[in-house]
Structures are given as C-alpha cells and as structure tokens.
C-alpha cells in the first residue's frame, strides 16, 4: 500500500506561481512512476505530468509543457509540481497518483491516489 497526501494549493493570479507536493509513504516507490492529475469543475480527470521514481525521467501533458515542472526528492519521498504563468483554465483539485511500473497517462492505470488540492487562478 502508498498512503499520499498532497498540498500546497490555492488560489493565485493568473501569471502567478505555486508549487504542489506530494508525500508518499507505506512502501519504498523504487519501480514505480508518480503522476499529476486534474479535475476541474464538469470535466473529466486529466492527466499533467509523470515522473519515474527511479530514473527522474519525466513526461508532460502538451497543455502544460513549458509552463509546468514536475521534480522529486528521493530522500523526502516527495514529488513536486512547480506551477509557473498560471492560466485560469489550470483551475481544478490536482490529485497526485502513484503506479507500480512504466508510464500512463491513463487514470484507470494509477492505483494510489492522494486525496487532492485545490488550485485556483483568477483572472
């Protein structure tokens, strides 16, 4: 089992900054990959961006690349979203996911989930 738990979010405005993390505990995540989801009001899941555990090789969704950094801290068992020049479409609750094995950027593929933050841009 990975026990996660997220925070870090808020509100902001748009062009503004935050960082969201995610600590994990209950088992070393060596072979697994951690992730960032959204869900905003009405829509569906999305995925925004995966990290390998092991390798630090990383992956974003296209809507956030450049923009957005996903990082870890071994030795805190915390993975990081570095937000940067927040939109108002980057409003949702982020979830922070955890998988044993290779990339997805399918929901139904994340076994762990944290329990979310808020995140909110205004205009």
């Known amino acids: 089992q990975v026990q996660l738990v997220e925070s870090g979010g808020g509100m902001v405005q748009a062009g503004g900054s935050l960082r969201l993390s995610c600590t994990a505990s209950?088992?070393?995540?060596?072979?697994?990959?951690m992730a960032w989801f959204r869900q905003a009001p009405g829509k569906e899941r999305e995925f925004v961006a995966i990290?390998?555990?092991?390798?630090?090789?990383?992956h974003s969704a296209d809507s956030v690349k450049g923009r957005f950094t996903i990082s870890r801290d071994n030795a805190k068992n915390t993975v990081f979203l570095q937000m940067n020049t927040l939109k108002a479409e980057d409003t949702a609750v982020y979830y922070c996911?955890?998988?044993?094995?290779?990339?997805?950027?399918?929901?139904?593929?994340?076994?762990?989930w944290g329990q979310g933050t808020q995140v909110t841009v205004s205009s």
């Open positions: 990290i390998s555990w092991s390798s630090g090789i990383t």
């Open positions: 209950g088992r070393t995540l060596s072979g697994y990959v």
């Open positions: 996911a955890a998988r044993s094995g290779t990339f997805s950027s399918r929901r139904v593929d994340f076994a762990y």
